[in-house]
């Protein structure tokens, strides 16, 4: 009997070695199969996960950041203990113990999921488990998946250490709200930075792996809680809080940003504006859209940021008042349902849900606002952001009389006498506070709508090239398109400047007299009449007097003298078109261009004719602080020096590329000098030299003023989207000039100004500014004009050489002389070399004219 029992259990522990030696090949089998083929663990060491890209202003403050996945990598020597005792305690609570893989937690979850009949299954994956599905294999469930883990878990705990590991968990994992990593969930939740987070607050993080869309801290904010509690309790049954600090957190209640505990971090931020979407723009076509979105780039912007707000004031204030002439109230087309007006928290909230671009709010000083009630006269409003007092909010009668209400229909009703004329119960509105002039004080509350006229501004060292404002609209959040470097607009007579400096590196002098008559031009499309502002023709007339006075007549005999494909030359030279087409016309400002070019050719007149590229980033680092792009190439000769010579600073050497002769640089500065001072600029007022030029297009479609100092250069642009007329009255001068003084006024403050220095290689000399006359060194008088010419550039003057072009110059116009007098009758030689007599009388008969001006 008993040699029969062991003899029985001798063949079942045979069969049970069997069993297992069989289970065991199998299972190495499995593990065997499995592991061939799979991805390497070693990609792990050179982790570089997708961070935010960030853009700091001048001053080195943080203005705007863009990220695909919004992650801030912090390397796991910065990550408090808190917030490590935190995760592990909630995913993984032995993971410094374990191999990758944890044994007994694999078989509790298997005896809970029999014990509950496959209701309750919980993971039993490991920080490192989750780091190989999150890094190296799919998310899928299956069994195949759970092997490659556990294998890749197992080498990669013998390849890596914990503390490695646990940094590429903690900056890889998604904690919802489009935040990856702990760094930038702590950010998004509470507004802090791991080092700021309590107990609570790094458990309610700990919360979120296991699904963050289950744990929404205002949707899901009890079952949060829940999770949160469970994840303290851990922490300190594993010894990481004691049992006091358990207590006194769980009993925190859940608060966060997204529930109004915390101010957002995006509120710190200004709003996104053209500036950093531009430099968003530019450098997703450098680096490319994945490495601008995902390589955690720290960007230093060129902006001054007070430049940037005189900038976009001045626009805004300009296009507002040209809006506000048209008389024409539009509103924002949003409303607001009558049934939410009743309860403060209702309207609120519909409030703050309409979108900013039909309520912007980046424009300073001015609120959204909804129509609360009806007055007789006046009408009572719900503003956002401020409080309700007394009476409440009003806008009076007073306020509406400028306008009259666009109708459905597209027709004008009658001009407003009461606010009920203009807006309707429901409507929501925009409204900015009146003040008093004198100490501030509050008036009225004013009714303001976005311009249907659009525009932009740009300015930039003339130097450098480094852009410190760029408005490209009157509001970002209303319209993100950027009219300083999108917009395809005609110049008009801005592009004149290139026309004269191409013809004074010809031969011509500021002094060179030019015909100032009708022309007449056979096209494709018909006969083409260019014709002068003021529709007059003023006969021979100095170039520098064509230029201050913007005479179309003059730019398209000039043109035509010297050839249009070296006009496009120097177009092209400059930058301003690439290509240009030859076209007569074109002489006058009509193939369209942008204001990034207008600004950065303009510069290259007012720095003596260098090439300068216009930049809004002065410096691109990556994500390990390396040097990947500076703008500034200049050479410091003295800075690497410890001493200097008394009186002497470091000495900048620049070599660049010198576009056109300094002196004809300097003689088209001293012309548009002549513009502000006498011309068609000549509203600009400012303590420091200014130049500049005027541009407007036919039928007044684009107006433009593109000026600068000694240190910086400005252009203003105006027009509608979809071009029609400004109306009558609208001009560069009008229009623009007051936005550049605007903000030059501030801009001179901080950048000063000084005299245009002449450079070596030329002369002085005097002439009469009227007839072109050389004049002797002594002369003085209003009509005396010293200008700048090259050394050896002598000859004849005033009438004794003038340009016509080779257009026909009519027997019967008038000389422009001082005080525009007629002469005797004065004989002239062409440029075609033949003579010509300007009679006594002149008229300008029935010749008419057209084309841009």
Known sequence: MIRFVLSSLGGLFSWIVTAVFFAALTLGAIFWMYSRNLPSH?????????????????????????AEERRIFVPVSEIPDLVKNAFVSAEDKNFWVHRGYDARGMVAAAVQAVKSGGRDLRGASTITQQVMKNFLLSSDRSVERKIKELILASRVEEALSKERILELYMNEIFLGQNSYGVAAAAQTYFNKTLSELTPHEAATLAAMPAAPSNFHPVRNKEKLEGRRNYVLREMWQNGYIDEATYESERQQPVRSVQNGDFPPFRQALPPRDYFTDEIRRQLSKTFGQEEFFGGGLTIRATVNPDMQRAAAKALQDALEKYDRSQGVWRGTDATIAADQLGDEATWRAALAAVPTDRAPRDIEGWYPAVVLELGEDSARIGIEGIEEDGDGHWISAEDVTWAKKLKDDGKLGPKAKRASDLVDLGDVVLVRAVTKDEDGSFVRWSLRQVPQVEGAFMAMDINTGRVIAMQGGFSYQASVFNRATQAMRQPGSNFKPFVYAAALDKGFTPATIVVDAPIEVNTPQGLWRPKNASNKFYGPTP???????????????????????????????????????????????????????????????????????????????????????????????????????????????????????????????????????????????????????????????????TGFTSNIVASCYMGYDQPRTLGRGAYGGTLCVPVFNAFMTEAIKEYGGGRFKAPPGGYWAKFNRYTGERLSDDATGDFVQAEYLREGQDGMFGLGLIVDGGFAMGANLPLFAQGETDGEGTEIITSTGERAVIPKKADFGTLSSGGLY
């Open 543 to 705: 170039m520098r007097t064509g230029l201050e006075q913007s005479r179309n007549l003059m730019t398209v005999r000039i043109a035509q003298e010297i050839g249009m494909e070296t006009v496009a030359q120097y177009a092209e030279q400059f930058g301003v078109y690439n290509p240009m087409s030859p076209f007569l016309a074109n002489a006058l400002g009509a193939q369209e261009t942008t204001m990034y070019q207008i600004v950065s050719a303009y510069a290259m007149f007012a720095n003596g004719g260098q090439r300068v590229e216009p930049t809004l980033v002065d410096r691109v680092q990556d994500r390990w602080g390396r040097t990947v792009y500076r703008h500034d190439q200049r050479v410091c000769e003295d800075c690497g020096k410890e001493i200097l010579a008394e009186g002497l600073g470091p000495r900048i050497r620049a070599e660049r590329e010198q576009v056109i002769n300094p002196v004809t640089a300097y003689q088209m500065v001293s012309m548009m000098e002549g513009v502000v001072q006498r011309g068609s600029g000549s509203g600009v007022n400012l303590p420091v030299p200014v130049a500049g030029k005027t541009g407007t297009t036919n039928d007044a479609k684009d107006v433009w003023f």
């Open 42 to 66: 070693e990609q792990l060491a050179q982790y570089t996960p997708k961070t935010i890209s960030r853009i700091y202003n001048g001053e080195g403050r943080l203005i705007d950041e863009f």
